[in-house]
């Protein structure tokens, strides 16, 4: 695996694993109101940043979608 995938992986692991635990909260929510905001919550989540920092120093942001795409730089 090379050094790229391993930083982009790294980086998407620690945000998928909050996107499951959010998910499972909606799933199990019983309050269709709080449902309907944790909702907004993990769509606003998904389209935020995160910087990931390359083994060469090269920085580059990416927001959860395009996480879960293979890196081609």
Same mark, same amino acid.
């Given at each position: 695996?090379?050094?790229?995938?391993?930083?982009?992986?790294?980086?998407?692991? =620690?945000?998928?694993?909050?996107?499951?635990?959010?998910?499972?909260?909606?799933?199990?929510?019983?309050?269709?109101?709080?449902?309907?905001?944790?909702?907004?919550?993990?769509?606003?989540?998904?389209?935020?940043?995160?910087?990931?920092?390359?083994?060469?120093?090269?920085?580059? =942001?990416?927001?959860?979608?395009?996480?879960?795409?293979?890196?081609?730089?």
């Amino acid at each position: 695996m090379s050094a790229k995938i391993l930083a982009v992986q790294n980086t998407f692991t =620690d945000r998928r694993a909050y996107v499951n635990a959010l998910t499972y909260s909606i799933e199990t929510e019983t309050s269709a109101s709080s449902k309907q905001s944790k909702q907004k919550d993990l769509a606003s989540y998904k389209k935020e940043t995160t910087t990931v920092e390359y083994p060469d120093g090269k920085k580059q =942001d990416y927001d959860y979608e395009h996480l879960e795409e293979p890196t081609t730089n």
